[in-house]
């Protein structure tokens, strides 16, 4: 995990600011996550070639055109990627150039997508919830993708800061069709306490590969959510923290339909002490060549004394030909701790919850619904922004109207 506390306002792309050992051309493999190479210089983190840890669930030729960056600072260029927002009092947003100081202060880009954003961008965009700020309602930004040959792969840099004892949400609203690779930098103030919502509901071509990269300063508290619903994405959160005594939930919905790769790698670094999080992911996957990856990684740091931290993964197969793959890890440095835990599960529907549920008269396609918004609705209703439970729940009620497999089932046994 990058040094959080380290000031990168400066950043240049000369290898001066790179963490870890500097890597030469080929492979990297590491024992742990904590010991990923990270930089700001694309030199440092070289073009991978799919054997890597942490590329060998990822469909490489898909990712591609976001390791060059050269087409990418090109594409940048061509305004591929439409902004708007939408910001309640309390919320202000600023578009700054790539020298602004607050940019670059929250560790390193973790992998060569990570590092081609942090290289191609020349603008950037800055979300600030204002000290002691309530938002009234959530502040959006809704990033559309106007590029429908996917002919000119993007960068896009984004700097969330929520100030002390603020208190709000923002919401990243990805939508049309775009290559695009993105860098997103959360900085949660001592007191404050901040949701962001990270909604990927692209087009089925899309591809979109993003790190998301978290401090929590003392006892702030950060809620972090991410909803898969489109495109093939690879998102990567570091989650961070800086001081005594934060918070972290972190959150993840995704439903990924014939074809669709979508991977989820959330990494939470205690290196301080008496600080909580909790990781919960959830995700149903149909039809063929449906592939689904969550990698989720904790570190407890030999200073991370009190940690109390768990991690949870289930995912629901609706149909066959689609595949899930589930790793969690937890490193454990310190053993002076409150708890430290995590589990992992893939499975299709119970039949016993069918069963039960057919005895008293519903449906085989009802009965399978209701078990798929059981499943979710724990998760869902987690999340706490009512606009996006909405729709959520909404997009996973029209997945399913599009289960063939369910209908067809239903018709051979009613």
């Not at 979508?262 to 990494?267: F, G, K, W």
């Not at 990698?295 to 030999?302: E, N, T």
Request: with cysteine.
């Amino acid at each position: 995990m990058p040094d959080l506390s380290t000031d990168h306002s400066g950043a240049q792309l000369d290898g001066a600011h790179s963490h870890g050992a500097a890597q030469g051309p080929g492979p990297r493999y590491v024992s742990s996550r904590a010991e990923r190479p990270t930089s700001f210089d694309p030199a440092q983190i070289p073009v991978p070639g799919g054997r890597e840890e942490e590329w060998r669930f990822t469909p490489m030729r898909r990712f591609a055109p976001l390791f060059d960056l050269d087409a990418v600072a090109i594409g940048t260029a061509a305004d591929a990627l439409r902004v708007e927002t939408d910001l309640p009092a309390g919320a202000m947003v600023e578009v700054v150039d790539r020298h602004d100081p607050r940019l670059g202060t929250i560790g390193a880009p973790v992998d060569r997508s990570g590092v081609t954003a942090w290289a191609a961008f020349t603008s950037a965009t800055v979300v600030t919830l204002s000290a002691g700020a309530r938002l009234e309602r959530a502040a959006r930004l809704d990033i559309i993708g106007q590029d429908e040959e996917l002919a000119h792969p993007t960068a896009q840099h984004l700097h969330i800061a929520a100030q002390a004892g603020s208190v709000g949400t923002v919401v990243l609203d990805h939508t049309g069709t775009a290559a695009l690779t993105q860098g997103v930098e959360i900085d949660v103030a001592d007191g404050a306490e901040l949701t962001v919502v990270s909604i990927q509901g692209w087009q089925h071509r899309s591809v979109h590969a993003s790190n998301h990269r978290v401090r929590v300063q003392g006892r702030g508290v950060l809620k972090h959510v991410v909803v898969s619903l489109g495109g093939d994405v690879r998102i990567c959160p570091d989650l961070g923290y800086a001081g005594e005594g934060g918070r972290i939930d972190a959150y993840g919905v995704y439903f990924t339909d014939a074809g669709q790769h979508q991977e989820h790698r959330p990494y939470v670094a205690h290196t301080e002490p008496h600080c909580y999080s909790r990781v919960t992911y959830k995700g149903a996957l149909q039809g063929e060549g449906a592939h689904a990856v969550w990698v989720g990684d904790c570190l407890i740091g030999a200073g991370a004394r009190g940690t109390d931290t768990y991690e949870l993964n289930r995912n629901l197969v609706l149909t066959p030909g689609a595949k899930a793959d589930s790793v969690p890890n937890l490193e454990i440095q310190n053993g002076n701790i409150e708890g430290a835990g995590h589990a992992s599960a893939t499975g299709r529907f119970d039949d016993e919850q069918l069963f039960y549920l057919r005895s008293r008269g519903i449906t085989e396609t009802e009965a399978r619904r209701l078990v798929v918004l059981g499943f979710f609705n724990e998760i869902v209703a987690e999340i706490g922004v009512p606009e996006v439970e909405e729709r959520l729940m909404s997009a996973i009620e029209h997945e399913l109207q599009l289960t063939g497999v369910i209908a067809a089932r239903t018709d051979q046994q009613g």
